[in-house]
């Protein structure tokens, strides 16, 4: 049976609340198996015997909405696309002076190549965006609370959802889930 990471997007933040003990209790009772979390932030493995993300997008998101009351999206890569991201990650060379911290957000769907090349034409001291297919790698060398390439911003100008991991939790995932 095929496994797959699945990253929730927006869950505790805020009132959007979802417990990952509750999160792999919903889904082990949507038939899905081996269910396991990571930290809090939304970051979940299944197996399942669905063949393709997209379809374990639609399960995760659909069941976990109707539980905790909220629209839930989840992204969902396989074991291998993760690690085949971090090789990806690893072979661009930091060019933001000073980088303090890296992360990737994960995206839906790839952006469209216009919307690509508006972000990569986007100039913002101290930071750095990159897609790499679907995901984008950001770098930066201001704080990240203080960074003006948040989730958000990525979203308008990709105008693709997506959700924000450092570099340090993928490590832990791949490391702990990957192929």
Request: aromatic share 6%; proline share 6%; net charge neutral.
């Amino acid at each position: 049976m095929p496994g797959y990471v699945a990253f929730l997007r927006a869950v505790n933040v805020g009132k959007r609340q979802l417990k990952m003990a509750e999160a792999r209790e919903v889904l082990q009772a949507n038939g899905f198996r081996d269910v396991d979390a990571y930290i809090q932030t939304g970051n979940v493995f299944v197996s399942t015997p669905l063949r393709s993300p997209a379809k374990v997008e639609v399960a995760v998101s659909s069941a976990l909405s109707r539980h905790a009351g909220f629209d839930i999206v989840a992204i969902v890569r396989t074991p291998s696309n993760l690690t085949a991201l971090l090789t990806a990650v690893d072979g661009i060379p930091e060019e933001v002076p000073d980088v303090t911290s890296r992360y990737v957000s994960l995206c839906l769907e790839e952006p469209a190549e216009s919307r690509v090349a508006e972000l990569h034409a986007l100039r913002t001291p101290g930071e750095r965006a990159t897609v790499i297919g679907k995901d984008v790698l950001m770098e930066f060398a201001v704080p990240f609370n203080e960074a003006t390439l948040t989730g958000v911003r990525l979203e308008k100008i990709l105008g693709v959802p997506g959700t924000a991991r450092n570099i340090t939790v993928l490590r832990a995932l791949a490391q702990k889930w990957g192929a």
